[in-house]
């Protein structure tokens, strides 16, 4: 049989792996790369100092909020045993989840809108992997030492000294991850009573998700590292998609690196046919995630910047001008822009759009917010009893009302109704409900018999608040037997 025509395609052969010579199965043929481990060398310069600028103030955020009170209440807690969530002065339910809606919208917008015009800003800079992972590798810089250091001690013997060194960091890097699992937790639960229990060895629900999102720090940050960013953060793959040739990313420029090669500082390398680049590897040995920048932007980058730190560097060093890996546009190496041509760029169509529409979604989440009210009320009628006739004459309908007090302080709310002819409350017209507390009230109906014709007719509920200007209306229907 004739295999079918058409353009040969291209085999790419895969290594055999050496079988055991006992083994009958033959060779072992390779289906993956085994990874490697990659030591980041630490370097200073503007980016890494930005780096760490965001991990204090993120992490200055997450660690200190929860300790924060609002009145007689945690200032950011989000209580889902009771369904009630707290940030600062206001009081959530479970009814204003279109707020927690907006907020996610309002966060995909963000991202597109900062991916089109400089790449992975937040995977760099403020992305949890990332932040966890600088503060695990810092810690294993200060116990085990800079890149080479722990080169060798990884490749060496078992010591003493080596077993210290990597006990120390174990228990350093637990330490870390217990108390952001601790403070995770505390989001959820009020993290000084969440606190007492852990010491007391109670709660153990608790315990359980302290531990759980401590091992999840712990074996992200310690040692999964940028396999996270790689393989399982679905950002890496579609961020393509968002990327034109006017975004600014990490780029090298290869008409003034190339050919790259080690050189004497006070040579005419250029006679030579050398460029700028003196293939120290440096930006490679600097970046965490292990890419070389200068084979062009892979989906691996998260555009630190580290890089750009490394060779202003070298160039410094040799006295050759900065920027031969920098944040540039493709257009701009292209085209050999200077910076402020490339940031005239940045005003383009799709920018604009983006912002437009974050800003029009930041302006309405904010005037809902502002608007609120601060009373929920939900109308539920007793199927028990759909309609009676009382004494006195009078045909009653029976419903629940769930009015829910969204505010800081006791309330008193009047309950009217209105929509037929002689509708009366013949329930309590008054009633009190706590400090952001949910209550659910019987309310009884009533009209004269025979003042309305047989079927259902729309009523509606006012419920006000006594003190304040809260005032929710409900609808609902009145049944008239036949």
Known sequence: MKPPSGPARKVIPIAPVAADASSSQGEIVSLYEAQKKIYPRSISGVFARWRWAMVFLTQLVFYGLPWFEWGQRQMVLFDLGAR?????????YPQDFIYLTGLLIISAMSLFLFTAVAGRLWCGFACPQTVYTEMFMWIEHRIEGDRSARLRLDKGPWTAEKAVKK??????????????????????VPIRTLGSELLAFSGGWQMFWVLFYGVATYGNAGYMREQVCKYMCPYARFQSAMFDKDTLVVSYDPERGEQRGPRKKDIDYKAQGLGDCIDCSLCVQVCPVGIDIRNGLQYECIGCGLCVDACNTVMDKMQYPRGLIRYSTQNGV??????????????????????????????????????????????????????????????????????????????????AARGLTALEVASEAEVDIGAAESRWVAVRLQIPYGSAAPGSHAVQFDVQAVDRAAHVTEKSVFLVPR
């Open 84 to 92: 009630r969530f707290y940030i600062f002065g206001l009081v959530l």
């Open 167 to 188: 006990s120390l960091k174990q228990l350093a890097w637990m330490s870390v991850a217990l108390w952001t699992g601790f403070t995770f937790v505390g989001y959820f």
């Open 334 to 415: 292209a085209n050999r822009w200077s910076q402020s041509q490339m940031l005239r760029r940045v005003l383009r169509p799709r920018v604009l759009i983006y912002t437009a529409i974050l800003a029009a979604l930041c302006l309405a989440m904010l005037a809902s917010l502002v608007t609120r009210t601060p009373l929920k009320v939900d109308v539920v009628r007793d199927r028990a009893a759909l309609s009676r006739i009382v004494a006195g004459g009078k045909l009653e309908n029976i419903y629940r009302l769930q009015i829910m007090n969204a505010t800081e302080g006791p309330q008193r709310y009047r309950i």
